[in-house]
């Protein structure tokens, strides 16, 4: 982590302009041979910024209401879906994640309003952080998943703090159509195969989160096989 300078809110007339530059990111991804994309609208990011109050505090036409803090969004995916198909466009949001002093004074009403927004792009995907259990965990924060399961209606992606026995308790009750792992994806470089063998997983060292070298990246073991050392 390194110090950044205090962000100042974008002019209107530059708004359009950032519009553009997401629409030639997603052009050259395809250009470059990628599948999809994934727009990242959680974590503090600039997406993230205009859906919540908490940071939003403009007075023209993309501050104010849910709907004025949701246009940027929507602009986004309307410059970028006609590029793709929204089949291959997945969004991220994380609308109660704290990260950056991020808030928002009504989450619920923010997701149920963004859910049904995106619909008419048939997007492949919402994928939703939201701790169920580890650092990031709050147990006071509103439930969000459930409200976006009954507006939004493509595929479902939970994520955050979630275990093997918790992902499949949460698929097998229709909460979600897929769980993704990022922490235990990078202590485990072979997470799939753990779960399915009931094997125990590496822990994740977070002194090591955001180090900028190979330690705690790419130096966690693999299972060991019984193959290995045989002629």
Excluded: C
């Excluded at 008419?120 to 919402?126: C, D, H, M, T, W």
């Excluded at 580890?134 to 147990?139: A, E, I, K």
């Excluded at 897929?178 to 094997?199: K, M, Q």
């Excluded at 977070?206 to 966690?220: C, I, Q």
């Amino acid at each position: 982590m390194a110090p950044y300078g205090t962000p100042r809110a974008l002019e209107t007339y530059e708004i359009a302009g950032i519009v553009q530059d997401f629409a030639d990111a997603s052009r050259r991804a395809k250009e470059a041979g990628f599948d999809g994309i994934e727009l990242h609208g959680a974590n503090g990011y600039l997406i993230d910024q205009f859906l919540r109050d908490g940071s939003n505090h403009r007075t023209d036409a993309y501050g104010g209401s849910i709907a004025n803090r949701t246009r940027f969004l929507l602009e986004l995916l309307d410059a970028i879906t006609p590029l793709w198909g929204g089949g291959r466009v997945g969004i991220h949001l994380s609308l109660t994640n704290p990260a950056g002093g991020m808030s928002d004074s009504d989450p619920v009403a923010l997701a149920e309003y963004v859910a049904n927004a995106v619909n008419r792009f048939g997007l492949a995907y919402l994928f939703l952080v939201e701790p169920v259990a580890g650092p990031m965990y709050n147990p006071e924060a509103p439930r969000l998943a459930p409200t976006i399961r009954a507006a939004f209606g493509g595929a479902l992606i939970l994520n955050g703090g979630y275990t093997a026995d918790v992902a499949e308790a949460t698929l097998q009750r229709g909460l979600a159509d897929a769980i993704g792992f990022g922490t235990l994806f990078l202590a485990n470089p072979d997470l799939p195969e753990r779960f399915a063998a009931g094997a125990p997983l590496n822990i994740p060292d977070r002194a090591t989160f955001y180090s900028g070298g190979e330690k705690g990246y790419t130096d966690y073991p693999a299972l060991p096989h019984a193959s290995q050392g045989a002629p």
